[in-house]
């Protein structure tokens, strides 16, 4: 019986649970956000603060797994753009900084007498609102994630609540 098992036990079966069915429950889904305000900034300006999504730490957990596997998935089957360098292990923006230089460098090398135009967009506010339909549809179409992590990741950005 469930009872009788210890407390991992009754963890590693909700977590085995929740993968095999793609479903997590609602208490995961309850997130408590509390505003951190951003080193050097004024008290007085919403914008200066970062929101910071406080989750329960099973979910944490489970997310963390999740993010193995799709790490591990992206990198076997070489998924990642070369030019990405943001939200990965091991890359920062020094590292794309570098890349640029190089890129233009290369660029100017191969014809001397061209001219070199860099475009930099801001993408502060692109990623505050995102459409979980189509994420859930590109990463199916574009980057091949299927069996159960697709209605597990699904279910996690369904129905989220936050106070």
Known sequence: MIVNLSNAAKQRLLFNQSWLYGKLPMDWKRDIVVPILKP???????????PISLTCIPCKIMERIILN???????????????QYGFRKGHGTIDQIL?????????????PTNHTI???????????KVWCNKLISKLFEE?????????????????????
Not at 40 to 50: C, L, Q, T
Not at 69 to 83: A, D, V, W, Y
Not at 99 to 111: H, I, T
Not at 118 to 128: H, I, M, P, Q, Y
Request: charge should be positive; aromatic fraction near 16%.
């Open 40 to 50: 050097g900034r004024g008290a007085d300006i919403s914008e200066n603060y970062r």
């Open 69 to 83: 596997r799709l790490n591990f998935h992206l990198t076997e089957k070489n998924l990642f753009p070369r030019e």
């Open 99 to 111: 890349y640029f230089c190089q890129y233009v460098r290369d660029a100017q090398n191969k014809k």
């Open 143 to 163: 980057f091949a994630i299927s069996g159960r992590a697709l209605p597990w990741i699904s279910d996690f950005l369904s129905r989220r609540q936050f106070k």
């Open 118 to 128: 860099t475009v930099l967009l801001d993408l502060t506010k692109a990623f505050d």
